[in-house]
């Protein structure tokens, strides 16, 4: 059992910044692939970057050059740090976890946390 906590969203200007974090209570996390999701009103929830447990990294390529995931094992958890934010970026962001490698599909997540609210306005 894994519990996924996100924080960090808010409501920023176009071209700004956001660091989220997500932490994971225990010792579980280190050994799953981690990712971030998001899902805007009316729209699929979508890819956004994964890093493994061996610091493989995937991003969308929406968000490519402008976001960047990382982790710290030793203190169980991801981050997502969102930079030159665009409209588009406005969602609910997510944190998700799973094992056996990567995946970029959000329905083989098994951990889910309970999302933060991205809004970047114009």
């Known amino acids: 059992q894994v519990q996924l906590v996100e924080s960090g969203g808010g409501l920023v200007q176009a071209g700004g910044s956001l660091r989220l974090s997500c932490a994971a209570t225990g010792r579980t996390f280190n050994i799953y692939t981690t990712a971030w999701f998001r899902q805007a009103p009316g729209k699929e929830r979508e890819f956004v970057a994964a890093v493994t447990r061996y610091g493989t990294t995937g991003y969308s390529g929406s968000v490519k050059g402008r976001f960047t995931i990382s982790r710290d094992n030793a203190k169980n958890t991801v981050y997502l740090q969102m930079n030159t934010l665009k409209p588009e970026d406005t969602a609910v962001y997510y944190c998700?976890?799973?094992?056996?490698?990567?995946?970029?599909?959000?329905?083989?997540?098994?951990?889910w946390g309970q999302g933060t609210q991205v809004t970047v306005s114009s």
């Open positions: 998700a976890a799973k094992p056996n490698g990567y995946d970029n599909s959000w329905r083989q997540y098994d951990f």
